[in-house]
């Protein structure tokens, strides 16, 4: 690969509409970005999801893409209707169930390959420690971090066991936030200590059971950095993932278009910063100018030198090894295929095996808070 092929490998990209069209045909040929994002604005039927993503991929001969999607269940499903679409990760977490996880996270897994998807944004890991959390709320599994680790990871199985790549988000932890990073920079005012206690055993339990990528949070703590969000850290995404926890899988960001970033930082500032943190896959989900604009300040900083060439070999090389992992040999799926596996009736079935085993937990539950009062 040359110099300008490894920087597009660092991008990964959303666009608007259902097809691909000769403009987006092009601006993939041009900057060859190392993947692609799905959102529920570009998906109509299981059958224009497979044709999307086969001609998404004939795009990118050079290199397969990785497409992503953010299907966790809940409140954050992107597929369309005729997908089984299981209900939100707290409901599995009262399950208290790791077969039940694993088993749900595995269907996904199957659709999403089906239609050519082949990394999925989950497991979350955050746990939801502030009531007042507006963003992460019924994502995460449950309220403590043991529940988180144990569905967390059986999740992040059933996924990769199906040749899904699993992305753990949002790294150091995004439950303890009383903002949106989406609308503005969350900060987080807890010690060390707090920290280490709750937030991070998720994380740690999932670089030891070999979780493929992870995603990062627009998120300040204080501890940690006190002047700069996880995301453009390098001693949270440097030392302390890195080199501490030992992390060498794919790290992304979360959205840099997303306004706890891009209200503090042009976008183009933000992906240097990113990538010298130790970020390995810089995420801009819609605006074209933006993912133009990021390009050429990455292109900009590995011709100056501020980005090595041996830190972007470091990026490429944990991409590459991420898709000869999970997509090569890459093959086209068929809208024959998709049509038998997405929504059928043992996965029908599953999602209803689940939900009756929740309406008994919980009545186990109430009849425990009777006996107790």
């Known amino acids: 690969m040359t110099s300008r092929d490894k920087i597009g490998q660092l991008f990964m990209v959303g666009f608007l509409g259902t097809s691909v069209t000769p403009d987006l045909a092009s601006f993939i040929k041009e900057y060859k ?7 529920s604005r570009n998906l109509e039927s299981v059958g224009q999801m497979v044709d999307l993503t086969n001609d998404l991929q004939a ?44 088993a749900a996270a595995a269907t996904i897994a199957k659709e999403l390959r089906a239609v ?34 144990e569905l967390g990871m059986a999740t992040a199985a059933g996924l990769q066991g199906n040749r899904v790549v699993a992305c753990g988000k949002h790294f150091p932890g995004h439950g303890d936030t009383s903002t949106d990073s989406h609308k503005e920079l969350p900060v987080v005012e807890a010690s060390r200590e707090r920290l280490e206690t709750v937030e991070f055993p998720p994380f740690r339990h999932a670089i030891a059971q070999g979780i493929a990528s992870m995603m990062t949070a627009h998120v300040l703590y204080r501890a940690l950095d006190p002047e700069l969000p996880a995301t453009l850290s390098p001693a949270i995404i440097n030392s302390f993932l890195r080199q501490e926890l030992k992390y060498d899988g794919v790290v992304l960001t979360d959205d840099l278009e997303m306004h706890a970033i891009i209200d503090h930082y042009g976008v183009e500032d933000a992906a240097v910063r990113a990538v010298l943190a130790g970020c390995d896959v810089l995420l801009i989900c819609k605006d074209r100018d933006r993912e133009v604009a990021a390009f050429g300040a990455i292109e900009q ?17 944990r ?50 808070e009777v006996r107790g009062f």
């Open 116 to 149: 050519g998807v082949n990394m999925n944004m989950a497991p979350v890991l955050d746990v939801n420690s502030n009531p007042d959390n507006p963003v992460i709320g019924d994502r995460a599994f449950g309220t403590t971090p043991d529940v988180v680790c």
């Open 59 to 102: 795009c990118s001969p050079h290199s397969p893409l990785l497409i992503s999607i953010d299907q966790e269940g809940g409140r954050v499903s992107r597929l369309p209707k005729g997908f089984t679409i299981f209900p939100p990760c707290d409901l599995l977490g009262r399950c208290r169930s790791t077969e039940l996880a694993y």
């Open 301 to 317: 900083a590995v011709a100056s030198g501020a980005i090595s060439t041996e830190r972007l070999n470091l990026s490429a090389d």
């Open 319 to 368: 991409i590459a090894r991420l898709k000869d992992r999970f997509i090569k040999p890459y093959k086209p799926v068929t809208v024959s295929d998709a049509r038998l596996i997405a929504g059928c009736q043992s996965h029908q079935s599953l999602l209803r095996t689940i939900e009756q085993v929740r309406a008994r937990s919980e009545v186990r539950g109430s009849r425990s």
């Open 33 to 39: 970005p190392g993947g692609v994002i799905l959102f």
